[in-house]
């Protein structure tokens, strides 16, 4: 495939990445605190289909991995939320079937397998280690949040969270310097910032929003922060 499509997909997946954080930000320091929103997951859904078939597309282990791992957390936490019913029937099939789909695809197919994607002689051992323990890390977030999240029966963004973002993002960004990856390079370099501020709300820190003394801002954000559920 056209290496401008495979990176094309690769950003758009990224932006809408990217998209999500900045939503779950924004409403978060509207608020002054640590908010998960509906929006949040349902980006979240779609970002993820679209991640996986780049990693498909660039032979990349660790980003197939990294999708498949946390891929129907997001719908738990849809579930978690009442929001996933909410969904139309077909869009709740498209979501199931696609993945299950990409998997057996990847288990039986010859132009694009799993043998294949473990076999990519461009990317050395101990760097697939790398970047694959770079992806579970980061992917462990999800995890814990889902545990988080069961225990206390609600769709919740704790601090571990956000700490272990930091962490794992840290070590793809590095990944994605040694592999010369613009997507994970891009992605990760931006990260950072919404991950700390997150951090800094859990332990008391003001909100940004608070500190801006203009009352037309404080009136604008007030009505997006109502938009986003």
């Known amino acids: ?8 997909l690769g950003f758009l997946s990224q932006l809408l990445f990217f998209a999500r954080t ?4 924004f409403k978060s320091e509207h608020e002054g605190e640590v908010i998960s929103p509906v929006v949040f997951w349902q980006i ?31 719908i ?7 929001a996933w019913r909410q ?27 799993f043998s294949q994607l473990l076999g990519n002689k461009a990317i050395p051992l101990w760097l697939l280690l790398w970047g694959s323990a770079g992806q579970v890390v ?13 225990r206390e ?12 973002s930091l962490l794992g993002s840290l070590m793809i960004f590095v990944y994605a310097i ?7 390079f891009m992605a990760h370099c931006l990260g950072g910032f919404i991950y700390l501020r997150n951090i800094l709300l859990y332990f008391g820190r003001k909100s940004l929003f608070s500190r801006i003394n203009v009352p037309l801002f404080a009136k604008i954000s007030a009505k997006v922060s109502e938009k986003i559920k």
């Open 1 to 8: 495939m056209n290496s401008y499509i495979i990176f094309g």
């Open 22 to 25: 900045i939503i779950q930000w």
């Open 44 to 74: 979240s859904l779609i970002a993820s289909v679209l991640m996986l078939f780049y990693g498909i597309f660039r032979n990349d282990f660790a980003i197939v991995l990294g999708q498949i791992l946390v891929y129907f957390i997001y």
């Open 76 to 82: 738990r936490n849809l579930q978690l939320k009442n």
């Open 87 to 113: 969904l139309p029937w077909l869009v709740r099939l498209i979501a199931v079937v696609v993945p299950v789909g990409i998997v057996v695809w990847l288990f039986f197919g010859e132009s694009y397998s």
């Open 138 to 150: 980061f992917t462990f977030r999800f995890i814990y949040q889902w545990i988080y999240s069961e």
């Open 153 to 164: 029966k609600e769709s919740l963004l704790p601090l571990g969270f956000w700490i272990i």
């Open 178 to 184: 040694l592999r010369l990856d613009p997507v994970l």
